[in-house]
């Protein structure tokens, strides 16, 4: 079973109903390591390729599990992973999205350095390019919960609470994914600085989360991000009022995520 969640439209979940920090773990056999690569400025289809790759490879062990346990055989662990990354100029849009909401043709994004590309994930488009940290989960939900909401609840939890440590209160709206800043309903301008879309099978998730730090804003104005005319979008630079380094950011956003979902963070090797 394949499931697209939308980056753009979700139901709203009060913020008592999320989880606490540090759960235990359900049963012994459940893996709370989650191996981190940090990849740097990555191009965007060799990134999904590596995210099809783990998808793939997790997938294929959960079978040979099925298999082992109907014949009482001892199961494997399945890993999580993590991938954190930027990347150059790029518009995505998601299986329920619209082409015409990228308002460049082909001559408008070369013009621009950017490329276009339909990918798997649910949502319509979104960007994503320089000054963008973009987290790519891939976490077996069969080590934490098997519960997609309350996962895009916890993904959405950590950059709040990241935001937080700049000072800025940022928090959800009703109805959509991903965080927003001035979110209270009857705020004058709500601003969205985290975009969210993922796809999960078999309770294996990709794609991810995408937090504007340094973003340069300007691009979004060539889409109709999520299929959303009324909202705007902000980074956290232009709240701020000036740079943020990516990767203080990055390391900022971790121990969030670490606490959220109870997990042991493992640096690996790009």
Known sequence: MTTLFSSCASPAVAPQALPTAGAAPANSGQNRQVLVRRLGRAEYLPAWELQEQLLAETLALKTQN??????????AVTPNHLLLCEHPPVYTLGKSGKPEHLLLDDAGLEAHGATFHRINRGGDITFHGPGQLVGYPIFDLDNFFTDIHRYLRLLEEAVIL?????GLCAGRIAGLTGVWLD????APDP???????????????????ALNVNTDLSYFSHIVPCGITDKAVTS??????????????????????????AADLISVSS
């Open 66 to 75: 099925r298999l082992a346990s109907e014949a009482g055989q001892p199961l």
């Open 162 to 166: 990241t935001l937080a440590d700049y």
């Open 183 to 186: 979110f209270e309903e009857g």
């Open 191 to 209: 601003r969205k600085i985290c975009a969210l879309g993922v796809k999960c099978s078999r309770w294996v998730t990709m794609h991810g989360f």
């Open 236 to 261: 956290l630079e232009r709240e701020l009022g000036h740079a943020v380094p990516l990767a203080e950011v990055q390391e900022r956003l971790l121990p969030h995520l670490a606490a959220l979902f």
